[in-house]
């Protein structure tokens, strides 16, 4: 029987973890999605129902994904989760590659073509985006997320709530503050303090 499991969000990386659960079951059944948790109906079609707002998770008796790719805000639904007592599940497509002594926290989400290498710990609630790589000794802290394509190199340190856009790379051994933006396509030679956003190439704040 497979574990339910609701979606906060609905959004179009909400409407994604269908697609990963469904590649995930196609391996092994595990999950079945129930539906999405919500504040209003996006103009997208969607193929599951909206069962509630986010408060309705008190009376859900399911585990949950989240489904929003914006750091702050994954940090405020695990906040509001965790208060209502409900736990989390930790989603990793069949098509990434995690190589040997990698620790996760709960509610990772790792997508397809995601790469992380020996030595890595994610914190709670790390999104590890489609062909993102994580290079060996790296410490990726709570709510972080990781865009397509973005290269976080060995021996780094990514602070919590962090956003790394698309494509973008941050050099080996480089710490990178809370609550830091980098931008598409950015090359992050330098450590960057907390609360910055760093863009171009080398980067700068």
């Not at 269908?18 to 999405?36: C, H, K, M, R, T």
């Not at 585990?63 to 702050?72: L, S, T």
């Not at 830091?180 to 450590?191: C, E, L, Q, S």
């Amino acid at each position: 029987m497979k574990e339910p499991i609701v979606v906060l969000g609905a959004g179009g990386f909400a409407r994604q973890m269908i697609s990963l659960v469904q590649d995930i079951n196609a391996v092994e059944a595990q999950y079945d999605v129930i539906g999405f948790l919500a504040p209003e109906t996006p103009p997208e079609p969607i193929p599951l129902p909206i069962l509630g707002i986010d408060e309705k998770l008190r009376e859900i008796t399911a585990r949950y994904v989240i489904g929003i790719g914006i750091p702050h805000v994954r940090a405020n639904l695990d906040e509001f989760a965790h208060r209502v007592g409900r736990d989390t599940v930790t989603l990793i497509h069949p098509q990434s590659n995690i190589e040997i002594d990698v620790y996760l926290d709960p509610g990772c989400v790792i997508l397809p073509g995601a790469r992380l290498q020996t030595g890595t710990s994610l914190g709670r609630h790390v999104l590890v985006n489609a062909n993102a790589v994580v290079g060996h000794d790296c410490h990726v802290a709570d709510h972080v997320v990781l865009s397509p394509s973005s290269v976080v190199a060995g021996n780094a340190w990514i602070g919590e709530r962090t956003f790394i856009g698309a494509g973008a790379v941050v050099l080996p051994g480089r710490k990178i503050g809370d609550d830091v933006t980098i931008g598409a396509g950015a090359v992050v030679t330098k450590d960057v303090p907390p609360g910055a956003c760093a863009m171009g190439v080398p980067a700068r704040w």
